[in-house]
């Protein structure tokens, strides 16, 4: 009998082992080999799951680009505004999540890395385009949810340039932690005349 292969769970694997490789080097000096190692297979096999090294970035950027979407809409949609004292701690809640995530996610953490290749290679910087507009418009609809229409197009970007900036800082450990819990409180004081 034959042996049943999950290849989107075996796609996710190797991109995992992919993600680890750039932790301990740059990408530029990850190889196929060096992934396929770290996935505990041999190459022969990972190119099964991958044509090439540019099919497997492409894919850890999709990867990327679906994640953190669909996990910030599901960050929103089970939590109920209503639980939170204000809506500065429920956003700040959702600001500690950008920051530290859940236990036991697949969280793509070399983000920074990949950004850094949409001068180089344009299928990549089309999928970071969709990323941060597919971004935008889930942050506006999330927004618009708890704040009404009074915040839009300008909010959700604002909003995008701190998810991004947080969850950099954060991969490169340069944030206190406590930022993590009143980031808008600490914005919002910047505002004020």
């Not at 971004?135 to 998810?163: D, H, K, N, S």
Request: proline share 2%; net charge negative; with cysteine.
């Amino acid at each position: 009998m034959p042996i049943i292969v999950d290849k989107d769970a075996m796609r996710l694997d190797i991109l995992m082992a992919f993600q680890r490789c750039i932790e301990r080097k740059p990408m530029t000096k990850v190889s196929l080999r060096d992934i396929a190692a770290e996935a505990g297979m041999s190459h022969a096999k990972l190119l099964n799951y991958f044509a090439d090294r540019d099919d497997l970035v492409v894919s850890y950027v999709r990867y990327t680009k679906d994640f953190m979407t669909e996990k910030c809409k599901a960050w929103f949609m089970e939590h109920d505004r209503m639980d939170y004292e204000s809506d500065l701690a429920y956003m700040n809640a959702f600001m500690s999540y950008v920051a530290d995530g859940k236990s036991g996610e697949e969280r793509p953490n070399a983000t920074t890395q990949t950004y850094v290749l949409t001068h180089y290679n344009e299928k990549i910087a089309q999928l970071v385009r969709e990323e941060f507009r597919e971004w935008r418009e889930t942050m506006e609809q999330c927004l618009i949810a708890i704040y009404g229409e009074r915040v839009g197009r300008q909010e959700a970007e604002a909003m995008m340039i701190l998810i991004a900036g947080t969850f950099i800082c954060n991969y490169n450990g340069v944030l206190t932690g406590g930022i993590n819990h009143n980031i808008i409180g600490y914005l919002s004081n910047l505002a004020q005349s």
